[in-house]
């Protein structure tokens, strides 16, 4: 997978394609999962010790986050002219380790659930949001740039399906390790 923090220079999505990726891929991380023996998700995919439950909750735990990147974009553009971001508070790793152990309780279920509460909160923010505001240029917390509509994509959907395609790979030593950058 390519380093989605680097802006390709490809045209961003419209709304409406943006809207319909994150429709499509909920619809993909359900199915995957939902399609997987509970078992299969007890295995280890990760050098980090994660198991596909564990991936799922990091993709439960960042849906939260999307919405966000709209009020980055909402921000006014600092006069060195570089994107607006937010400077993470704590390390990438960190925060995905703390928000994976909140979750570790939880069923594939509730996991589920969350994703899904979350993810539709990130498509009502997307449907609010105006095309103009969709082309503004930003920096995620951790550093995927491009307008807004680009970097929703790159993280809300490659970055989400890339961990759903690693939590139903059929053979979990193919994954060795976590080797995407998160945004």
């Known amino acids: 997978m390519a380093d989605y923090r680097v802006a390709t220079g490809e045209r961003a999505p419209t709304k409406a394609e943006l809207l319909q990726a994150l ?3 909920r619809d993909e991380v359900l199915g995957l999962v939902r399609a997987m023996p509970p078992a299969r ?10 198991n596909g439950r ?6 439960a735990s960042i849906e939260w986050t999307y919405p966000r990147l ?3 974009a909402r921000t006014p553009p600092t006069a060195a002219e ?3 971001t937010r400077a993470p508070k704590a390390s990438n790793e960190g925060y995905n380790e703390r928000q994976v152990a909140k979750r570790e309780h939880l069923t594939v279920a509730e996991l589920l659930t969350e994703f899904e509460q979350n993810r539709a909160t990130t ?5 609010a949001a105006d095309e103009a505001l969709l082309a ?3 920096r995620s917390a951790f550093g995927v740039v491009g307008p807004l509509a680009t970097v929703f994509h790159q993280i809300a959907v490659a970055h989400v399906l890339g961990h759903a395609h690693d939590i139903a790979r ?3 030593r193919q994954v060795v390790g976590d080797g995407r950058s998160h945004g």
């Open 23 to 25: 429709h499509e891929s």
């Open 41 to 50: 998700l007890e295995e280890g995919r990760y050098e980090n010790g994660w």
């Open 54 to 59: 564990q991936i799922l909750a990091h993709i």
């Open 70 to 72: 709209i009020e980055i």
């Open 82 to 84: 570089e994107p607006p």
């Open 123 to 127: 498509i009502r923010a997307v449907e």
């Open 136 to 138: 503004r240029p930003i």
């Open 170 to 172: 059929d053979d979990p």
